[in-house]
C-alpha cells in the first residue's frame, strides 16, 4: 500500500508539472500581443512595455515556464493587471462557491444515480428497467446548459418557485439552498443517469456470479444478497469514475455558473477569458487542474478500502 501511495504520488506530481508548464506557456502561444490585448486598443506604448515587463513577456519562454511553476509552487499566481489584486485571492473568493456547487452536485449523482442502477438491475427488462434506461440515456443525451435553461424556464420562469440568479447567502441557508438547487441538479444531471447505467450494468455482472448463486442456495433473501453483497462489489467501478465525474463537475461547473450568475471560478474564468486576462485564466486553470488531479488519486486509494483483494503492486498477484 505505501508502495502505490507514493507512486501515485509522484505520478500526480509530474502531471502537476506537466500541466503547470502548459500554462505557463499561454502567453507565449496566444496569438497576437497579450499586453495589448488585455489592455484594449487606447493602451500607450509605454503601458503596454509596463505589462509586459510586469508579465516576464520580454523573457525566453524557457525563462517564463520557470518563473510561473517557481512562483506557482510558493502560493503566488501572479497579478490581476486590471483589478490590481493578487490572482491567488480572486481565486479563493471563488473557489468556495464551485467546491459547493461541485459536491452538492456529486451528492445528488450517487444519491440519485446509484439507487436507479439498483432498481433497473434488480427486475431486468421489466418495464420499470426499460423506463430508467430510456430515462438515464436521455439525461446523458441532454448537455448541462441545455438542462439548465430548461430548469431556468419552468421553475424560475413559470412557476416562480426558485430564484434563476445569484448564490444566496450562507445565513440565510433556505434561501441558499434555493439558490444552489437549480444549479446542482442541472450539473449533476448527466451524472445521474451515467452512474445508473454504470451500476445497472455492474450489478447484474456480480448477481451473475458464482458467490450469488451460492448465497441463495444457501437459501439467503434476495434483499440480503442484492444490498449487502451483490451492491458493495458493483460500487467498486463507481468508485473508479468518480474522480473523473468530480474534476468533470468542477470544469462543468464554467458554464452553469455563466448561466445562474455564481460568483464562482467558472464564471471568474470566463469573465477573465472576455477581458483577455490572460494571468487569471492560467490561475484558475491551474487551480481546477489541481482539484482534478486530487480527486483522481483519493478516487484511486479509496480502491483498497472497498476491495481488499484488488492488487495494487501491478504484478498481477493476489
Do not use: K
Request: glycine letters at 8%; proline letters at 5%; charged letters at 15%.
Amino acid at each position: 500500500m505505501r508502495r502505490y501511495l507514493l507512486r501515485r504520488l509522484v505520478v500526480a506530481f509530474l502531471t502537476i508539472v506537466v500541466v503547470m508548464a502548459a500554462l505557463a506557456l499561454l502567453s507565449a502561444v496566444t496569438p497576437g500581443e497579450p499586453a495589448r490585448a488585455m489592455l484594449g486598443p487606447r493602451a500607450t506604448p509605454q503601458l503596454i512595455a509596463q505589462v509586459r515587463a510586469a508579465m516576464h513577456l520580454n523573457d525566453s519562454v524557457p525563462e517564463q515556464v520557470w518563473l510561473f511553476m517557481s512562483d506557482a509552487a510558493r502560493g503566488d499566481l501572479g497579478t490581476d493587471y486590471i483589478n490590481g489584486i493578487p490572482v491567488w485571492d480572486l481565486v479563493r473568493d471563488a473557489l468556495l462557491s464551485t467546491v459547493v456547487l461541485a459536491l452538492t452536485s456529486l451528492a445528488l449523482a450517487i444519491g440519485l444515480g446509484v439507487p436507479l442502477g439498483v432498481l433497473a438491475a434488480a427486475r431486468p427488462a421489466s418495464l420499470l428497467d426499460r423506463v430508467l434506461g430510456f430515462f438515464s440515456v436521455s439525461l446523458v443525451s441532454v448537455p448541462p446548459f441545455v438542462i439548465a435553461l430548461l430548469l431556468v424556464l419552468l421553475f424560475s420562469v413559470r412557476l416562480g418557485w426558485l430564484p434563476a440568479s445569484g448564490d444566496g447567502s450562507v445565513s440565510h441557508p433556505v434561501g441558499y439552498v434555493e439558490h444552489l438547487l437549480m444549479p446542482a441538479i442541472a450539473l449533476a444531471a448527466g451524472w445521474v443517469g451515467y452512474l445508473a447505467r454504470l451500476v445497472r450494468a455492474s450489478m447484474l455482472e456480480e448477481l451473475a456470479s458464482p458467490y450469488v448463486r451460492t448465497a441463495r442456495a444457501f437459501g439467503l433473501r434476495d434483499r440480503l444478497i442484492l444490498y449487502r453483497y451483490a451492491l458493495r462489489n458493483a460500487l467498486i467501478p463507481v468508485v473508479a469514475v468518480l474522480g473523473i465525474g468530480l474534476g468533470t463537475l468542477f470544469g462543468g461547473a464554467v458554464i452553469v455558473e455563466f448561466i445562474f450568475n455564481r460568483p464562482g471560478l467558472g464564471r471568474l474564468m470566463l469573465e477573465a477569458v472576455d477581458q483577455r486576462d490572460y494571468i487569471v485564466v492560467r490561475g484558475g486553470a491551474l487551480v481546477i487542474a489541481l482539484l482534478f488531479i486530487l480527486s483522481n488519486l483519493l478516487a484511486d486509494l479509496a480502491y483498497r478500502f472497498l476491495d481488499p483483494r484488488i492488487d495494487l503492486t501491478g504484478s498481477g498477484s493476489a
